[in-house]
Structure formats: C-alpha cells, structure tokens
C-alpha cells in the first residue's frame, strides 16, 4: 500500500460498521484526508483481511490491505424446551460453565473449530442435557446419538448419526471431518470408524442417566405424537455451540441424544449440514435446536443465514426463520449465531431455552423469552 495514502478515519469506521461491523484495524496511525473526497471502496474479504482502495493524494485509488484482531465470541446453548423448574438452575450453569471453557480455548489461542468442539464436550459430560451422558432413549430403551461439527474458512464438515458408545459424538464428527473423505458416518460404519482411530468407547448404559430411565419406563406406556411430546416437560433437546476467533473464522457443532422414545435409527436434524447447523466465514455460523423434522424441512440454519445474506441482522433473521417454520410446519425451536465481525444472537420461539455467551470477558446468559443477564467473566 502507498505510504502516502491518506484517509479520514471517522469514514473509515463508519464505513466498515455499515458493510461488516467490523472494529478499526489496528496499529495504523492514518493520516487526514478531505471529507469531500470518496470513502475508501472495499473491494473483497479474504479471511479476516480486507481488500480496500484508498483515495491517494495523486487523486487515484491505489489499492491495499488493512488487518486486524478480532474480538472472540463464543455462544452455546443447551436446547430450546420446556425446561421444568427443578432443571432450569443446572441448565443455566451448564451452559455458563461450556461457554467459558470455549472462551477459555480461544483465549489461548485456540481456533473457533477448536472453541465449538471443547464447548460441546461440556453439555456431552453434563448429564443434565440431551447428548453424550444423559442423552434420551429411544423406543427400545438405547442410546443413539448425533453430532456435527462445521469449519466456516473451508466449509469442511464432519457429521455421526446413531452412535451408541461414544461418550463425546462431537469429537468423532471432527475426526470424520479430519480423517476421512467423508461428511457423514452412521450406525455401526460410525462405531467401526471410532474404534479404528482408537477413540475410546464406554458401555452405553454409562450413557443413561436413572432419570432418564425412570421417565422412558413412565412414558413409553403413553403414546404421543412426536409434536406433542416435544412441547411437553418430557422432551429434552440438542446442545451446540458457534464461535468466531481472533482471525474472523467462525465455526460450530451440534450434538444431541434426540427426542424420547424415537424409533430405532431415526435420524433428526442434528448431524445434517445446513440443519442442525452451518457455518460459512462469508456470513456466520448457526448450531439449531428444536423438533428435528421441523428444523429439516425448512433447512434452519442455512434459512438463518440467507437472510443474513440479504443483510439482515442476526436476530432478525434467527426470529424470521424460526417464524417461517413454526407457520410452515408448525415446528418450534430456537437457535444460536455469531458472525464473522463478533456479533451474536440467542433466538427462541419455544418456552425456554438455556444460553450464554462469552463476548470482550462479559458472560451473557438467559433462559426464559427477552432474559439477557450478564456477568463479569471469573465472578
């Protein structure tokens, strides 16, 4: 770039707040420019590097690349439900304890593919939520899982489906993603796969939590559609996770033990890209949650991010989907998205929904509808 390139930086921000929200770059010391002359023109992103051209005193635009440091976010959730009571207290901690373990990772350096993953194997080991240790039973009273993990710089993807003996499905998807040409591995290919990495398996009743069982037993003798199991106290649900890291890349991961006493091999929206979740560096990331049939018709987390595409904000377009789906299918849910410039939304169209979010040592967090509570990050 021409060190005699001058420009105003008042504009500057301004301009990169409107098309990207993304902070001033850093260590640059810009000198003035006249406010008549045109903004700088950003020509294309390439990671967290912008292409822009800036108006020189030759009264030319000469081209250049400005960097900068992210400002990390980490978001989880811990499923979009009707969270009783005697479970709201444990969801909310859990989810608080997976966000700061994500934001703990990326703190050191870590990537968001790296946050997203740790964070998830947090709500895998808390048998409070649906996925790993706690998971829910299907109709023959097992455990089958589902996972996702999503690279937002390569679009890389690696998926698990109706896993049995894998306490944390969410780091087999990632080998999948690592180790494999493939995007998904289902059933017993998936087991087969696990153990030939050497990843380490545990009985499945390990898995099933005395709860868990004792309301299988309660209420595998009461027929309900699954629509109406869903929005009952019995249903619990998926956890995810998406993050940005100090490079602009996003990513997430999804995991799930799916809804109670579903048939054998039933497969929900969780480990299907664009679904359960997605992640692309040229518009977010989004790890969904709710009735898996629902989320797969409407493509839930690719639908969020189109929108955002069309330059709506996160929130909005999180609120605009979920919307579509519950007048399309009449399904309900809720979702978690961060983009690339650090900006995040916890959306929900369910009774409660448990969440947090760790953004500049603030840890946000939430559970019933408009609930935005923070904290000062290591209270």
């Known amino acids: 770039m021409d060190p ?4 105003d930086t008042e504009e500057v921000e301004h301009e990169y707040s409107n098309a990207y929200d993304r902070p001033q770059p850093y260590n640059y010391e810009p000198a003035r420019r006249p406010r008549d002359q045109e903004q700088p023109r950003i020509r294309r992103n390439n990671g967290h590097r912008r292409e822009i051209e800036l108006w020189c005193e030759e009264n030319q635009w000469r081209t250049g690349q400005l ?13 979009a439900w009707a969270i009783p009571e005697d479970l709201a207290k444990a969801s909310v901690d859990g989810v608080k304890a997976a966000a700061r373990q994500g934001s703990s990772v990326l703190k050191g350096g870590g990537s968001a593919l790296d946050a997203v993953e740790a964070a998830v194997r947090v709500m895998e080991d808390n048998p409070v939520f649906n996925a790993g240790h706690g998971a829910a039973l299907n109709a023959d009273g097992e455990v089958e899982l589902d996972s996702i993990i999503m690279d937002g710089r390569t679009l890389a993807s690696g998926a698990v489906a109706a896993v049995k003996n894998i306490a944390n499905p969410v780091s087999l998807a990632r080998a999948v993603m690592e180790k494999t040409s ?4 289902a059933g017993r290919g998936a087991d087969l796969f696990a153990e030939s990495i050497g990843m380490a398996t545990v009985p499945a009743d390990e898995l099933v939590t005395e709860n868990e069982r004792k309301e299988w037993d309660k209420q595998k003798n009461y027929v309900t559609g699954v629509m109406e199991d869903f929005n009952s106290q019995w249903a619990h649900d998926t956890v995810g996770a998406v993050a940005v890291d100090s490079d602009g890349n996003v990513a997430c991961a ?37 009735h898996g049939e629902s989320i797969l018709k409407v493509t839930l987390a690719r639908l969020i991010l189109s929108h955002v595409e069309q330059g709506k904000s996160l929130a909005d377009s999180s609120q605009l989907s979920l919307q579509y789906m519950g007048d ?5 849910g809720g979702a978690i998205a961060v983009s690339p410039s650090g900006q995040w939304a916890a959306t929900f169209s369910t009774e409660r929904m448990a969440w947090a979010a760790v953004d500049q040592d603030v840890l946000w ?14 209270q």
Request: hydrophobic residues 35%; glycine residues 18%.
């Open 4 to 7: 005699n390139a001058s420009f």
């Open 67 to 79: 960097s900068w440091r992210m400002s990390a976010v980490v978001v989880v959730h811990g499923g």
């Open 182 to 185: 493939h995007v998904i591995l």
């Open 254 to 290: 999804t995991s799930t033990g799916g809804i109670r006493n579903k048939m054998v091999g039933r497969v929900g929206d969780c480990p299907i890209i664009g679904s359960g979740g997605y992640a692309d560096n040229l518009s977010g990331a989004v790890s969904c949650t709710g």
């Open 328 to 332: 399309r299918v009449h399904g309900a």
């Open 365 to 378: 967090y939430g559970l019933d509808p408009k609930e935005k509570l923070n904290e000062k990050l290591g």
